[in-house]
Each structure stands twice: as C-alpha cells, then as structure tokens.
C-alpha cells in the first residue's frame, strides 16, 4: 500500500473524473495531471500510486507517462523554463535563450539549478510562433523573447 494520498480537494476531484468517463482507463491523463498538480512530478512512487487507485497495471502508467512531454518525469523545481527549439524560434532567436540559460544558470537541457528553482526543458512548437521566439514557464507563456527581457524575466522569478 502506498504512503502516498490526494489531499482531499484532489480525492473529490478525482472521484469526479472517473465518473467522467466510461471506461476508468479513459480517465488516466486527467487524473495524472491532477496527480502532476499535487507531487509536483511523477516519479516512480507516484506512478505505482495511481496505477494502484485506478486499478491500471503499473507498466501502462509508466508508457503513457514517457509518452507525452508535458508529464515532469523528474523535479521540474519551482519553475520550468521550456524554450521552444522549433524553426520559427530558433531563427528568431531562442538559441540565445538557451545561451542565457546555460551561462546564467549554470543548467542543460532537462537539468535543474541547485537552489531548485530553474529547470530548463527544450520543447517542440508552442504554437505560438508569431510571436517567437517563445518560452513556457510552468503554465505560462513569454512571447518575443529577447536575451534582455528574458534575463529580467529570469531575475523577476528567482526574486518572487
Ligand atoms: S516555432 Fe516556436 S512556437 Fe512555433
């Protein structure tokens, strides 16, 4: 049995969804957003949480985990910095993004800052790309990045 637990806003919650769907199994994305929103990430311990509360084998969680990019596998820390390495935006400029990144913060790609609160993740197309070069920042976006306005960006994070 698992240690782990939705608090109990979440349990509501996902009780809701798996009434939602009609088959349990259609409700596992939502359900490990939910548990993403809660943890934070999903490592192996929360994985085997949800496979048990769904009632999923513990390998069918895992693939569709590794499948889709925006499940945190790993400790995103406070902010997830995912810069878009697409065409638009590597012609406009998200190469010095990057630049700003590895020498300011000292991280790679899919790496995390020691203070964990930066970690930088290269993503395909936001959909965003009049407005490139664009970087996603947990939920949110910042349109026509420059390394100026992102470094102010970098600087307004780490102090709020
Ligand atoms: S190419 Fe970057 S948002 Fe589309």
């Not at 919650?13 to 009609?22: D, I, Q, T």
Request: overall charge neutral; aromatic content about 10%; hydrophobic content about 40%.
């Amino acid at each position: 049995m698992s240690a782990l637990a939705f608090t109990a806003d979440r349990e509501e919650r996902f009780r809701k969804l798996l009434l939602k769907y009609e088959i349990r199994q259609s409700a596992l994305l939502p359900v490990l957003r939910l548990a993403q929103e809660q943890f934070g990430y999903l490592s192996r311990e929360v994985m085997n949480f949800i496979a048990t509360k769904m009632d999923l084998p513990p390998a069918h969680v895992y693939e569709v985990v590794s499948f889709y990019v925006l499940f945190h596998k790993t400790n995103p820390g406070k902010y997830c910095l995912q810069v878009c390495n697409n065409i638009t935006c590597t012609m406009l400029g998200a190469e010095d993004l990057v630049k700003v990144i590895k020498e300011d913060l000292k991280i790679g790609p899919n790496q995390l800052t020691e203070d964990k609160t930066f970690s930088y993740m290269p993503v395909q197309c936001l959909g965003s790309c009049d407005t490139a070069p664009v970087v996603q920042v947990n939920e949110d976006y910042y349109e026509n990045q420059t390394p100026e306005t992102f470094r102010k960006l970098l600087a307004k994070l780490r102090s709020a």
